[in-house]
């Protein structure tokens, strides 16, 4: 959510004063908190809240779990049960477009009395959920408000959207409620160009032009005053949730069996694992591992200040050269060498090459992986540090984005 916190942040600095309205975080249910973040909202910013169904306890009972699904199931089995089966299939198929459609009726009433009290003309929704969308779709048919739709990760290309067992039907009217969120919003703003190509592709009639890439950023103040830290042995980190489909396990027994040629190597993991990638941290023999599980925001960035390299990789799956993960820019801030496991060919790569941050290097390429780590292992033994193309890491400022959602504003 730091996407729309940060742009509300500087939107004020720029004459355009936002209006947010979300759901009362205690009548919400979500599978993690970061409360620290609540500190970035300025007290001039108005946030209205409404309440909101939600069916995730039913999930819980349903599953025999004791906590609802990380984005992309991260948290659960890459083989689940009769009963998850069940749950997904029921999600996939009865609450369309997702399971948070049940704040739709609470948020519509509350953003009409909002409309009308501050003669509001222009509407900014973002997704996931992309149950949000369709209420920008109603309120511009009712109102005909200006509406930009602003999508941040895929609707029916998501990556784990066949896991849900979608039937045909399903598929259809889910397809359905996509085209008609871009085609009748004013404006699309998403977060990469592989990303604007894929909404583009939805209908002949949407036009190319009215879809702009903004990408996701940093911000600066987060990151003033770092200077290289003193490790005792080369500290890689990784940020977020990690899971089988990044398909790291080459990744990881490179990093092993270096270890076990003599180098000194730390990796240090700020988030959580699921079952199959905690499986294969257990078998390596002799990389020194350091698992915190989930951070919070500020102290996911004093890993950052901490490490000697940053591990970043992309999930090993189908119409994946658009993922930029948000990480990825507070990485770039960081200004700490970064290993990328994905597509050669991907918008992250192309992304890091500009920025000279970093290698990428396809998940099963062993000779590459292996030069990456050695290349910045010698750099750290060295005391050497990157030449990093701040002009271009600096485009990707919160600030400097906020200006251009700015123009598109007015």
């Known amino acids: 959510m730091q996407r729309w916190l940060k742009f509300a942040k500087y939107l004020q600095e720029l004459g355009v004063q936002p209006i947010v309205l979300t759901v009362n975080p205690k009548k919400a249910t979500y599978p993690l908190r970061d409360e620290s973040l609540v ?86 929704t973002t997704s996931p ?36 067992y979608p039937t045909f039907i399903a598929k259809y009217f889910d397809k359905k409620m996509e085209r008609s969120v871009l085609l009748n919003a004013s404006y699309i703003t998403t977060v990469s160009e592989d990303m604007k190509r894929l909404l583009g592709a939805k209908d002949e009639k949407i036009r190319a032009s009215k879809i702009a ?56 993991f700020a988030g959580n694992q699921d079952e199959i990638v905690q499986n294969q941290l257990a078998a390596l023999k002799f990389l020194t591992i350091e698992k915190l599980g989930y951070v919070s925001h500020a102290v996911a960035l004093e890993n950052l200040k901490n490490a000697d390299a940053l591990f970043l990789a992309i999930p090993d799956l189908p119409e994946n050269k658009g993922i930029l993960t ?56 060295a005391k050497k540090t990157r030449e990093f193309n701040d002009a271009y890491i600096a485009k990707f400022s919160r600030k400097a984005l906020t200006d251009q959602l700015a123009a598109l504003i007015s």
């Open 326 to 381: 948000g990480k990825l820019f507070e990485y770039l801030a960081a200004k700490r060498s970064i290993i990328n496991i994905g597509p050669v060919d991907g918008d992250a790569a192309k992304t890091i090459a500009l920025a000279n941050a970093g290698v990428t290097c396809d998940y099963k390429d062993v000779v590459a992986i292996e030069r990456a780590i050695t290349e910045c292992y010698e750099m750290w033994q």
């Open 39 to 124: 500190d970035e909202v300025s007290s001039e910013i108005q946030v209205y809240t409404t309440a909101t169904f939600e069916p995730f306890s039913a999930y819980k009972k349903a599953t025999g779990r004791g906590e609802v699904p990380f984005s992309g199931f991260a948290n659960e089995s890459d083989k689940p049960g009769p009963r998850q089966i069940i749950a997904k299939f029921i999600r996939g198929n009865f609450f369309l477009p997702d399971a948070r459609r049940g704040w739709n009726k609470y948020a519509l009433a509350k953003a009409e009395y909002l409309i009308k009290k501050f003669s509001i003309n222009t509407i900014i």
């Open 213 to 268: 890439v903004l990408p996701n950023g940093f911000d600066h103040s987060d990151f003033t005053d770092w200077e290289s830290p003193s490790n005792d042995s080369f500290t890689i980190v990784y940020g977020g949730t990690l899971t089988h489909k990044y398909s790291v396990q080459t990744f990881l027994s490179v990093l092993d069996n270096l270890a076990e040629k003599g180098l000194k190597l730390k990796l240090v």
């Open 129 to 164: 959920p992309h149950s949000s969308q369709l209420i920008g779709l109603r309120l511009k048919q009712k109102y005909g408000v200006k509406w930009l739709a602003d999508f941040r990760d895929p609707w029916t290309d998501i990556y784990y959207y066949n896991e849900l």
